[in-house]
């Protein structure tokens, strides 16, 4: 699109950070066996072990950034003081897991959409050689997200793919979604029954507070306990890629609504 004199792209990042999510509240694995992703040592080995870098220029070709939050930096309530992702280190992964009580690694499955974001079954693919090379042994489980959902919601699964857009362009909301406590209308999306009695304390204040400077430390504070708790593997922000023809001028959100009244035709 780039090389023709009548169409070019307008590059831009989403709001969706595509992140990996664990069985927390799970005893076992698929396979019958302890489930590891229990201990937080080893979703943390998980963190060491994927190679963002090189799936952003190889998979990604450049356009994605990493990832450190469960939204994109720049967005309202994102945690400065948690800005830091871990560092791609096989030999802290490997080191993590022996502390944990796997040297040897261990088998699981890695289930993945192949038709919901960007290259998402690639993605998968490159993740479980990743995790290979610490004896993390992934039987990757690609499908439709029609079919995918609902084995999520199934508890079909050890470790899966996810991308979460914020609706509200907040860091509340994936926090309201993806990590409070499961039930009828909050954590709703928390398919691994992560449980923290100190982000449910803080939703509230998220939601109500009017000082931006306490807000923020509510923030702050949420941010830093799921780092900690590895709660999720956030990879990276994916890329906003549209072809535009020549005499066309488009505005690009990026939560990637397209808004006819936003296009120009000349």
């Given at each position: 699109?780039?090389?023709?004199?009548?169409?070019?792209?307008?590059?831009?990042?989403?709001?969706?950070?595509?992140?990996?999510?664990?069985?927390?509240?799970?005893?076992?694995?698929?396979?019958?066996?302890?489930?590891?992703?229990?201990?937080?040592?080893?979703?943390?080995?998980?963190?060491?072990?994927?190679?963002?870098?090189?799936?952003?220029?190889?998979?990604?070709?450049?356009?994605?950034?990493?990832?450190?939050?469960?939204?994109?930096?720049?967005?309202?309530?994102?945690?400065?003081?948690?800005?830091?992702?871990?560092?791609?280190?096989?030999d802290a992964a490997q080191a993590l897991l022996s502390e944990a009580g796997y040297p040897d690694g261990f088998a699981f499955d890695l289930s993945c959409p192949n038709d919901r974001y960007l290259?998402?079954?690639?993605?998968?693919?490159?993740?479980?050689?990743?995790?290979?090379?610490?004896?993390?042994?992934?039987?990757?489980?690609?499908?439709?997200?029609?079919?995918?959902?609902?084995?999520?919601?199934?508890?079909?699964?050890?470790?899966?793919?996810?991308?979460?857009?914020?609706?509200?362009?907040?860091?509340?909301?994936?926090?309201?979604?993806?990590?409070?406590?499961?039930?009828?209308?909050?954590?709703?999306?928390?398919?691994?029954?992560?449980?923290?009695?100190?982000?449910?304390?803080?939703?509230?204040?998220?939601?109500?507070?009017?000082?931006?400077?306490?807000?923020?430390?509510?923030?702050d504070e949420a941010a830093a306990i799921i780092q900690e708790d590895m709660v999720y593997v956030p990879l990276y922000v994916q890329p906003l890629l549209w072809g535009v023809r020549e005499g066309?001028?488009?505005?690009?959100?990026?939560?990637?609504?397209?808004?006819?009244?936003?296009?120009?035709?000349?």
């Amino acid at each position: 699109v780039d090389s023709n004199a009548e169409t070019r792209v307008i590059r831009g990042i989403e709001s969706r950070v595509i992140m990996l999510g664990f069985a927390h509240d799970h005893e076992t694995l698929q396979n019958g066996e302890p489930n590891p992703f229990q201990d937080a040592r080893v979703r943390r080995a998980v963190a060491h072990a994927v190679n963002v870098t090189a799936i952003l220029q190889t998979i990604m070709r450049g356009s994605a950034e990493p990832a450190a939050q469960l939204v994109a930096a720049g967005t309202s309530g994102y945690s400065d003081a948690n800005g830091a992702r871990p560092d791609y280190d096989l030999d802290a992964a490997q080191a993590l897991l022996s502390e944990a009580g796997y040297p040897d690694g261990f088998a699981f499955d890695l289930s993945c959409p192949n038709d919901r974001y960007l290259n998402d079954e690639a993605v998968c693919q490159a993740i479980v050689g990743m995790l290979a090379q610490v004896g993390m042994t992934a039987t990757l489980d690609a499908m439709p997200v029609s079919n995918y959902w609902p084995e999520l919601r199934a508890d079909n699964f050890d470790m899966y793919l996810l991308g979460w857009s914020p609706g509200t362009f907040d860091a509340e909301h994936p926090i309201r979604f993806l990590v409070h406590t499961s039930g009828e209308r909050l954590g709703t999306w928390n398919f691994g029954g992560y449980s923290s009695d100190r982000i449910d304390e803080l939703l509230p204040v998220m939601q109500s507070e009017i000082d931006p400077a306490a807000r923020q430390a509510a923030m702050d504070e949420a941010a830093a306990i799921i780092q900690e708790d590895m709660v999720y593997v956030p990879l990276y922000v994916q890329p906003l890629l549209w072809g535009v023809r020549e005499g066309v001028e488009v505005t690009q959100r990026p939560d990637n609504f397209f808004i006819l009244r936003w296009v120009t035709v000349n």
